[in-house]
């Protein structure tokens, strides 16, 4: 809600050329297909706008929606022979359906689980079909590999040991607490000069803060 709110606020312009918005989300999933993102990226290249995405890595909602994401646990369920289905599908929709795969906006920030890690994305749209499928086609059996492995621990039960872990890279505690050990560096970093390049993916180890 919020990163369509600040796209609708910008495009609006109603608060003028000089004063662009500025959004910082937590744990946001994909908001927007292809179109939703271009549009995003011309009124970030016109200054208009500009977005954070903080999020912890390993967070399996923040890759949510996909059409496909149902179709996971298939060869746990009919057997091995079923991914072979699964492969056909996905790949038929990503090679015919291109503006219809969901993707994310704006710069991310991701947090990692040992103190002061963090990583820096940010992608724009390519315009090679070929290039721009290869690089989702890629992101897409990462984030199949992650949400597999998850599957043997999905549990409702409140005593079990795994239910923290699953639940915990979503919860807001989580993301102040990894904030907490990035904060001597973060707060020396400006959204402005990480939107110069051309693209980025830039790795950090804080030093840990006293407490």
Known sequence: MATVFAFELAASNMLGPNNP???????????GNLTFKKAYETLQSQGRIRSLRVTNYFDIFTQLPDRASYLY???????????????AYTFLFFVCCQNRVYRHVGMALQ???????YKFKYRKSRRNYCLRLILDWKQHWK???QRI???PFVCF????????NFNKNHSVV???????????VLQDTYLNDLYKEESLEMVGVAEPTLT
Do not use: N
């Open 157 to 164: 039960c409140d005593c079990c040991c795994m239910k923290e």
């Open 149 to 151: 492995m998850t599957i």
């Open 73 to 87: 646990a298939i060869p746990f369920w009919w057997g091995p022979h079923m991914i072979y289905y699964y492969i």
């Open 143 to 145: 984030q199949t590999v």
């Open 21 to 31: 918005v500025t959004c910082i989300g937590f744990a946001s999933p994909m908001v």
């Open 111 to 117: 947090l990692y689980s040992q103190e002061g890690r």
């Open 174 to 184: 989580e993301h102040m607490h990894r904030l907490k050990g990035c904060s001597m």
